[in-house]
Every structure is written in C-alpha cells, then in structure tokens.
C-alpha cells in the first residue's frame, strides 16, 4: 500500500492524502451510525488528479489482486444512507471532491451555470442569485451538501414540486470513469437524441458507475415575489384538497408545499423553543406553501388571499398566517427545516425517506401508523415531506419511556419491513431522494423488480467490472 499512498502524495500533493490525526469528518456518517476506516482521504484538485487517483488504484489492484483497494467518492459528507463513507476494511480511498469547488461559467443567454463538483449548494444559489438568475435546488443541508453529491444520490428537496429533483435540473456531467477516462459530457443542450442518455444514468448512481467532476446546471429567472404561507389543516384527506385548490389557484407559480405532522413540529418547539411554531397545538397537521410570481408582490398576495379564502370556505384550512416580509418567510422555513435536527436531539430514530402516489398518501399513513402502533405499543412518528410530490420522511421515534439505542437494536429490521412493505402495496418506493448507499442495499433486492435487479447488475458490470468504484452502494453483485 505505501507505493500507491507514494504516488497518491506525488499526484496530488502530500498536503492532501491524509492517513494520520482525526478523520472523523470523512470516515464518519452524518448520523453517526456508523464510522469506518479508510485507507486515506485523497484529495484532489482537478478532474486530472481524480483520473490520476483512479489509474493508480488500477495499477495497485493489479499489482496486488489479493488486497484491492477501491475508492469511495465524497462530497459533503451529509447523506443519510451511509453511501458516501468507507467500510471497516481499511483498503478504501475516500475521494474527496471538496477542493473543486469552482464556478467554471454562467451563460446568460442558455440559461445554465456549469460548476465542480465540491461547489457547495448554498453558493451556487447565492453566485445565481447575484447574476439575476435562481437555481433552485433547495434542502436542509445546503449548506454543506455539495453539487456532485446532490447529483450523485438525484437530490430533491423542497421545489421538486415546480422544477423536479437534481436529475431534471442538469443538462451535462464531467465524469472520471472506472478505467481513468474522462467523459467530457458538459453539454448545454436541451435537446440531444444521439444515443443512450448517459447523463441520466450517471445521476442518482452514488458514485457507483462513475465519479461526477463537473456538472451543467439550469438556472430561471428570479421570480418577481415570493410568498409564504402557513396553513393548519384539520386532517391528510383536507391536506390533498388545499394541494388541488393551490394547483388551481396559483398554477406554475407553487413552488413549495411541505407537510408536517404534529408530533414533528413538537419536538421543533421542545429542542428549539426560540423558533415559535405556530399554529402546531392546533391541529393535527400543518402546511407550508410557497407562491413564486413573475408577475408582483401584489399579484402574488392577490394570488394567495383568494387561495386561503377558498381553503378556510372549504373547511380544509383551520387556520392560516401568512408572512408579512422575507425575515418571517425564513423563520417558517427554519421551523420546517428543524424538524430532523430537533429528531436528532430527541434522540436515535429510524429514518425513512418513502414515496407513493400523491392520491394514496393517507390511506398509506393511516395503515402503516396503526400497525405500528399495534407491533411497538407507544411508538412515535416524526411524518413530514414534500406532500406536493409524494415524498414523506416517515420516521420512527422510541417510546417515550424506552432507551433508544436499545429501540433501535430491537426493532428497526421489524420497522424497516413493516413500512417498506406497506409501501410497496400502496405502489411506492422505499427511496424518494436519499438513495440506497448500503444501509437500504439488502431492502432494495427484497422491494425491487428482479428484472430491474438483473438490468442494474449487467450496467454496474459493464462499467465497473472490477468493481473498483463504491462497492457494496446501490446493488450487489
């Protein structure tokens, strides 16, 4: 291993292979479920370096069959499928892309910004913003997530509702591949049928098929206003009305519409008091909507007035605020925002990251809560999401009385299967934006098309034979 560390160091730079000291940052998840060892972090500083690190891997494993090493490509480190840190075999590379954090380009007339892979999200969306554009990825970790990362587990996030996940937002990747080439694919075209759709594979892989250098973003004109809402809704089946009636009321112009359930929003009031939850004591379910006009700060008041006078007539809103300047619009979105940091103070949970159909959603809840309830008497469930696209956190919390290391120990497989064949008989997937990484590895061959198995198996074999790119991350072969 010290020739490969050797010529890691002289690729590039002693400086940025780290072997010794606290590599906690790298080697840990975000969750802290789990920390595993690498072999070094590897650092590099361009999208010739991460093709120099991945032909000295080739040449070490050939050298050396019986002690492979492979690499783990990593951005933020903010995932939550353990897909981004090493195992315990201490013969991973964790590739960091946090150095490549430049913004290459921004072309006003195509509408897109082209930018490394180590930019993070929060500074892309600023550096948009001050060229008069919106890039609107948006989620709780933008601030540290990065864009290669964003695009390696097919992000969301909040305005998936209006402009789609990470998948939709990107017109062309730079991507080193598993034989240390380099794919040159940072097209700004919306339109181009010459073959297979490479960059759509490559998004959502994890890192899997290849390591995603550069990517081509979509921007869109600011909007003129942006109105935000809170809304108090007296049960799941009057949550799906007030979503039809803000469909027809503000059209393209909705752009966020979050669900939080009452229990979520507790534990935001007990770990962060100083946020002031509104309206949560109320009402069993709360709503955040988000209106972007193109037209006006009065248009779009206009907008959202007659959209809550219809919701309070129908009887599907209680209640509703409305925020009056961009300090209050942030404060509700900091409330919505919490919800996992005020979980993780609470204590260990069992995160789920579900989809079904938007329609099916509370029949969903409503039978998965009651056969939890009857499997784990005095079970808590943090349910919030992206309800516009059918996208729940549907998380797990421990009885109150019961040590939560220990609930973990004891139920989370029980958990696990029990929500995620639910999902599946209400026609869902057990993963809408996290990824699978290797914590849903085992779930995805039991919840997956054998078919699509078998297809995804023959993809992985024939761009990464070897098996050399984040082994043991989105399926087994």
């Not at 998948?167 to 049928?193: F, I, M, P, Y």
Request: glycine fraction near 10%; charge should be negative.
């Amino acid at each position: 291993m010290q020739a490969l560390l050797d010529q890691l160091r002289a690729t590039v730079g002693a400086a940025h292979v780290l072997t010794d000291g606290d590599l906690s940052a790298w080697e840990q998840d975000w969750r802290k479920r789990d920390r595993g060892r690498a072999l070094a972090v590897v650092r590099p500083g361009s999208t010739a370096e991460v093709a120099a690190v991945v032909q000295a891997c080739i040449v070490q494993r050939a050298r050396h069959p019986q002690q492979p090493v492979s690499i783990v490509p990593q951005g933020g480190n903010t995932g939550l499928v353990m897909g981004g840190t090493p195992d315990h075999s201490g013969r991973q590379l964790v590739l960091s892309l946090q150095r490549m954090n430049q913004l290459r380009g921004l072309d006003p007339d195509n509408l897109t910004l082209t930018a490394e892979a180590g930019c993070i999200l929060a500074s892309l969306q600023q550096q948009a913003e001050a060229a008069g554009f919106l890039f609107p990825l948006s989620l709780a970790a933008e601030g540290s997530c990065t864009i290669g990362g964003n695009l390696g587990t097919n992000a969301g996030g909040t305005q998936v509702l209006r402009y789609g996940n990470a998948r939709d937002l990107c017109l062309g990747l730079e991507v080193v591949t598993a034989q240390g080439e380099v794919w040159h694919g940072l097209s700004g075209l919306r339109k181009d049928n010459t073959g297979y759709d490479l960059r759509d594979l490559l998004i959502g892989s994890e890192g899997t098929l290849g390591i995603i250098t550069a990517a081509t973003l979509k921007l869109y004109p600011l909007p003129a206003a942006r109105l935000t809402a809170w809304a108090a809704v007296p049960s799941l089946p009057q949550a799906l009305t007030l979503l039809r009636l803000a469909h027809r009321h503000l059209g393209a112009g909705l752009t966020g519409f979050e669900l939080m359930g009452q229990f979520a929003l507790s534990l935001v009031d007990r770990h962060q008091p100083q946020l002031r939850v509104p309206l949560w004591r109320q009402s069993p379910w709360c709503v955040l909507l988000e209106n972007s006009d193109h037209e006006s700060q009065a248009h779009a008041r206009e907008q959202f007035d007659r959209l809550l006078e219809a919701a309070l007539e129908d009887g599907c809103v209680s209640d509703a605020v409305v925020a009056e300047n961009l300090a209050q619009a942030q404060q509700l979105w900091q409330v919505r925002e919490s919800i996992p940091l005020a979980q993780v103070a609470e204590g260990l949970n069992i995160k789920h990251d579900i989809s079904v159909p938007v329609s099916r959603i509370p029949e969903f809840v409503a039978a998965t809560d009651r056969l939890l309830a009857q499997a784990i008497p005095g079970v808590r469930l943090v349910n919030f999401g992206h309800l516009g696209d059918g996208n729940l956190h549907y998380n797990v919390q421990a009885p109150e009385a019961m040590d939560a290391a220990l609930f973990l120990q004891q139920h989370e497989e029980q958990v696990n299967h029990l929500v995620f064949d639910s999902v599946q008989a209400f026609g869902g997937s057990i993963s809408a934006e996290h990824g699978v990484g290797s914590l849903k590895l085992a779930h995805l061959e039991h919840h997956k098309s054998p078919v699509a198995l078998t297809l995804m198996r023959a993809i992985k074999l024939a761009l990464d034979p070897a098996g050399l790119l984040n082994p043991g991350r989105v399926i087994r072969l």
